[in-house]
T-cell receptor, first 118, second 111 residues
Framework: DGGITQSPKYLFRKEGQNVTLSCEQNLNHDAMYWYRQDPGQGLRLIYYSQIVNDFQKGDIAEGYSVSREKKESFPLTVTSAQKNPTAFYLC?????????????????FGQGTRLTVV | SQQGEEDPQALSIQEGENATMNCSYKTSINNLQWYRQNSGRGLVHLILIRSNEREKHSGRLRVTLDTSKKSSSLLITASRAADTASYFCATLDSGYSTLTFGKGTMLLVSP
């Protein structure tokens, strides 16, 4: 089945620890995104990538890092520099935007990873 | 930065009634999309309307777009308990190439 998979579903982090959230897609999408969602809030963009080996910061990139070594994978590392990491993290993918923006650019989301600092 | 703002923040209706949610945005857009999120889950795409379209239908969903007022509305007709979820609008900026989401409307449909 085609889709986008996030793992793990629940993650606990100790103070000062780095943790990595996994995101894999088999939709052959060029673009991938990481969003953070806090209770009762909308989604805020952390990082996005339009193509392999390239990524850009979103609105709240501080304390996070990403890599895009393969088209299918876009892991997010929450570093110890992120002071308030407890949140619900959502990964998404879509066909490339930009000059194709007038075409179908719906995003497909994973089921999310809930990260809690203990 | 938050582009879209949904209104109302929460909406409670009975099964069979219609639900209307509104979204306002600030900058020029290529398209506007509506998504649904069940509690604790990922988002699911519902419908996309392009900047040169004014109205679009999909099943029980009707979306309108007024680019002069920078606003959109989502109408769910004959609502069901299974429609209970949060609904988000998202805009694709003409230059930024990413989707920007609002804070969402929480819809509760009671049997």
């Amino acid at each position: 089945d085609g889709g986008i998979t996030q793992s793990p579903k629940y993650l606990f982090r100790k103070e000062g620890q780095n943790v990595t959230l996994s995101c894999e897609q088999n939709l052959n999408h060029d673009a991938m995104y990481w969003y953070r969602q806090d209770p009762g809030q909308g989604l805020r963009l952390i990082y996005y990538s339009q193509i392999v080996n390239d990524f850009q910061k979103g609105d709240i990139a501080e304390g996070y890092s990403v890599s895009r070594e393969k088209k299918e994978s876009f892991p997010l590392t929450v570093t110890s520099a992120q002071k308030n990491p407890t949140a619900f993290y959502l990964c998404a993918s879509s066909l490339r935007t930009g000059f194709l923006a007038q075409m179908n650019t719906e995003a497909f989301f994973g089921q999310g990873t809930r990260l809690t600092v203990v | 930065s938050q582009q879209g703002e949904e209104d109302p923040q929460a909406l409670s209706i009975q099964e069979g009634e219609n639900a209307t949610m509104n979204c306002s945005y600030k900058t020029s857009i290529n398209n506007l999309q509506w998504y649904r999120q069940n509690s604790g889950r990922g988002l699911v795409h519902l419908i996309l309307i392009r900047s040169n379209e004014r109205e679009k239908h999909s099943g029980r969903l009707r979306v309108t777009l007024d680019t002069s007022k920078k606003s959109s509305s989502l109408l769910i007709t004959a609502s069901r308990a299974a429609d209970t979820a949060s609904y988000f609008c998202a805009t694709l900026d003409s230059g930024y190439s990413t989707l920007t989401f609002g804070k969402g409307t929480m819809l509760l449909v009671s049997p």
